[in-house]
């Protein structure tokens, strides 16, 4: 056998081949297993900075890596000021109405949708590395505690142990993400992919909105599920229940809404308009009832809310609690869930403004707003869209927007509540269902539909999985059918038939290439995917099936039969010991119907592994070749030169 | 944009390129979806034999499909009963000692390992396709029922419940297979790589070796748990309870057993020596208890045997037990357990003989020989690798070797039983232990240690979780971290810089072809894996940070900066469309960076996709090329042609 250096010989002829298929130079076993331990865990380096600068710097730097806002706080100007004062004070008037309705939504005291708007912000503004995320509650994490905790412990019976599981539920929350972050796993939130997103939130949406019949007929009891099915039969069996004074109301405030929503997409200037539009709404709504008491005549209000900041709640997290583990697996759920929403708002704007946010760091940002939130009297906040847009619109330049925000709350806790007596139940649904339409995207649905059908699929499940189950259950379905669908890249790689590029040396699959012409004699197949267990068996089998079809063509159409069979190994990313044995057992197969097996192109791993495993002995380094044109070209000249027999003689070289 | 069918130009310049990437031509989605669900299930076209036949020889097709034997039956000649005679005569010899030992094994009374190497071997001989494969039970299947069984009933306490639920377990595991047959499910087997077979395999023999100290020490009490540590907790608790004699005589056995593996491993020919081994040595030690009367003193037999053959047991089936779930579970793992074994060692035979088996049907055969097995009184079967590679020795040559076992084992049912009174049960543990130590596969291991360290991990993994913990558990943690193999596979694909291999225009990996040297200004990138959800986010970053990195080298070089980024899309074998709005940020951030993005070499599913999402349209038809050579070329003659500011400009056109 040959070990030139690109320059040996095509077997038994003598004729000059032109490259040589390299074995990578060998790594030991553990520097091999550093790099690839970096490039799972650290695959944006962050250490990168850290490197060659002396102690003392490190250490400033390792406290900006951790406060992002000792970094730009210095250079913090009178011009970023006004525009972050602007931005702030516009998401306080959106963040006041929704904070309060979002928290009616997850079965809790109105008034810790205030306290939430308050610390979480102080904390992110510190932590974070967005310019331009609003903190604050969101309506899907709202729904997912009512609906996980409402199973276990019913809201209105116990409002007490409610409360303080809600609380204990965000500080694991809180420590789930942090841990993640800092174990560098943030990838297991890539693993919520656009398509599961999008149908997830549409579904999540829908249910919001469905809720919210409850408060726009004015009823009184409502399902606990969050399903469908549940809640039409609960708005249904009532109808003698309707208040139409409530409908009206809810229905003039959502059209309300609506139009300033169109008016603000038609002119992104008058942005303001559909910012504000919430909190008009409920002095709007507020006044009504206060100068018509319709409290009197069916319309619900708020009632009475507490004056003063965030009472302290560490104290009251229910450590001993028998729903304990109800609550870690509320916290890990609505983690996560937040967690998606919250980094992948932060990157879209990130993106539009060019500078870069570090997933994991975000992580532990969010985590530790979290866990301070939970020690406040705040439930699970995250970075909402709706509000994340309006101060990017508004002009935000820093994450000092949210420290406006959250004094502009302040001081609507230490002064302003008691305004919010007479706001109408009715108004916080609208608000909320205004704000949920425009998350059930259904371009991005139909986008889907047209792009990749089963992006579509996982899509759809999600939504109606969400939508006809629960929350739970729609994720779950979404991530499986996602997972499946890599699993079954694998299972079932692509094998494609390759021919000759028309005045080329180039081979390409004959699909794609309808001009592209097969070779007389020579079948040349590419793989797709790496070749391991899960999909070796299936390889052999269609590999044969190939040759078997090929061969049965080639009989019909009279020519001379297969002699040889080249594997284009240039997309096969890696191979295990399963997939070298099914290489072994497909050349032993093929010697036995007198074909030869030539590999073309095999990447660095797989070279590897074939060395070790002595499969290129096996094979011969002679029938491994650096492009399909040169393997085409050697087999062209054996079939020329040599009779058929030769072949197989040949074999018995190795 | 240029549309044309191979003859349009370099955008800007003028100058014609060679080659245009096509886009494949659009398919009905109801074609594509069958195309893909046909590739799924029936890899191996099981119908092509169908196609163009008259109705009544589709019948006997049919038939012969399901019953082989009526297709090689006809041909069956006297040369062909010769041997299969011998064959079938020999693993007789070694099937009633091992039936007899495995049943022991599995806490069922022992004239069960007779019974079900009389019913199942006829089934199996019927629908099978191997000629091969001799049918009996195993002992990873046993030990699996008496652990989990056991688990559950107590076979001491419960005997006639325990019997009739391991009766239910196999009907379920017979039930699940052909299930799986039907379904077309059989690449489920797949799932069990080569390295979680050993693994396993190797720590059930460890398992099975570790229970027989209790007939080897003649101890009346043992533990129920598999563990190693509760088994040596076990032995060496209860030392004053050892029985001299009885470890004398197994240590004897074992020896004599050991020393004909030796020889019949040294010289195949006398293959018959270890196969008759068992036998002899049962009618050895047979002789010897009846002629000492040892069973005085301390030395267990096995005692009356029934006389007859197999009673039904299909009204004994347990339907309505509280048990039913522990049953149906039981079936399902040692259902999927006995397959793998079965269809290994049925393809490793077919191959060595070079003809063909199909999985799918196996299943089928498998399944219902069970179903019959455990309505006739006899527990899970399959096709063990020892008594099989005994068959092949023996020079069988179709499955009438297993009828002419079955009627072997149907004599001893009918006459024979009473002289197996007085076997010591220590001569069964020998029997077992001898047959055991072959699965331990040490070379394998260390093979997997040198060729692939994952695989080795996914070995070890298993082992140390059947050997410490129990069988599922080693099961478990296998298959997880295999999966977990393919699903990092795709999340953090490799991604690897190409250079120039020298006096070509061919472009490879710096890794594998140090020589490879790169090109100045443009930057080659080739990424290993689907572009997935999974992945997306990866990919961005890393991707960033290639440039990041080259353009500090640049920088330190003093060299002029980087232009061009060619990302090669040759082994990237699908994307979704989280991967195009990946492939759009990054076009978007290289832009605001001045540089620009071109693919070479997209495959045919990636063209599809990114022409439907308007990605083409977004990027430019110009910016892709064929092969990695040709977008070079183009780079470089923009970088000397136009001034790197009309790169910029360019971007416009679009």
Redesign the interface.
Known sequence: MSTGNGDYKYPATGVEC??HV????PQP?TKS?KTSLK??FF???PLRQFRNQPASRKFILGLQYLFPILEWGPRYSFQFLKADLISGITIASLAIPQGISYAKLANLPPILGLYSSFVPPLVYAMMGSSRDLAVGTVAVGSLLIASMLGSEVKANEHPQTYLHLAFLATFFAGVFQVSLGLLRLG?V????????IVGFMGGAATVVCLQQLKGILGLDHFTHGTDIVSVMRSVFTQTHQWRWESGVLGCCFLFFLMLTKYFSKRRPKLFWVSAMAPLTSVILGSLLVYLTHAERHGVQVIGNLKKGLNPPSLSELPFGSPYLSTAIKIGIVTGIIALAEGIAVGRSFA?FK?YHID?NKEMIAFGMMNIAGSCTSCYLTTGPFSRSAVNFNAGCKTAVSNIVMAMAVMITLLFLTPLFHYTPLVVLSSIIIAAMLGLIDYDAAI??W??????FIVCMAAYIGVVFGSVEIGLVLAVAI??L??????????T?VLGN?P??K?Y??V????AASTVPGVLILEI???I???????LR??IS?WIDEEEDKLKAAGESSLQYVILDM?????I???G??MLE?VK??ME?SGLKLVLANP???V?K?MN??KFIELLGQEWIY??VGEAVGACNFMLHTCKPKAVTDDSTMV
């Open positions: 032109a490259h390299a074995v990578p130079p076993f297993l490039e799972t695959p944006d380096d990838f939130v890539d693993f919520l992919s656009h398509a599961t993106m060019n997933g986008h889907l047209k792009v990749d059908k089963f992006d996602s997972l669908r890599m699993v079954l890249f694998v299972a079932r790689p692509r494609m590029i005045n080329s180039i390409r699959s699909d794609q290439y309808p797709d995917a790496p391991y267990f899960a999909n070796a068996g299936y089998e269609r099936r240039g997309a096969v990313g890696n295990d010991t399963s070298i044995s057992e032993k197969s036995r990447g660095g791993e070279m592994k070790k495993s650096l492009t």
